[in-house]
């Protein structure tokens, strides 16, 4: 029997627990329940965001880096290791990123007025009037993805993962 066949009543977590129940009895699976769910909601989620950057020729990670300096205001700039902490990224991974979005002219390297030894990594106009575009449509598709919850079920849930995450950083 195929994990299709086992989706009856419920979701793909339940099939899969019912599997675990019936071939371990012994084995208390309850917490695959919440996390199963949150890692499947994490991949559909991650399709429907990145259908929308796709919009914009953006993946993922170039909205994450756009969005990050958009974020920290104007002048819409931050030192590398600001980026990569910010993105939880390497050094290297950074400068590769960074290289590839400057390529495009979507952010260039600006002198640090308080170090002159340093960069800093600045929106370019371009990379403003994109982010501004992207972030509208990112939002409008958040409110389409969660808008089947009501208003006091989505704050329970944000609440909720709010515990989780505070217990996981």
């Given amino acids: 029997m195929t ?4 989706v009856r009543d419920g979701d793909s977590v339940d099939a899969i627990l019912r599997q675990w129940n019936r071939e371990r009895p012994d084995l208390d699976v309850t917490p695959m329940g919440p996390i199963g769910r949150t890692r499947r909601c994490a991949a559909l989620l991650g399709r429907r965001l990145e259908a929308t950057f796709a919009q914009f020729r953006l993946s993922n990670w170039e909205f994450d880096v756009l969005a990050t300096l958009r974020r920290a205001g104007a002048p819409h700039c931050l030192a590398p290791t600001a980026l990569f902490s910010a993105l939880m990224v390497t050094s290297g991974t950074m400068t590769n990123r960074l290289q590839r979005l400057e390529a495009a ?6 002198a640090n007025p308080a170090d002159a030894r340093s960069t800093l990594v600045q929106l370019s106009p371009a990379g403003l009037a994109l982010i501004d575009r992207a972030v509208e ?3 409008e598709n958040e409110r389409r993805i969660l808008e089947a919850i009501g208003a006091e ?10 515990q989780l995450l ?3 950083e």
């Fill in 166 to 168: 505070a217990v996981l």
């Fill in 153 to 162: 079920d989505l704050r329970e849930l944000d609440r909720r993962l709010k």
């Fill in 3 to 6: 994990l299709k066949d086992e």
């Fill in 105 to 110: 002219g979507l952010v260039q390297r600006v």
């Fill in 137 to 139: 449509a990112h939002v």
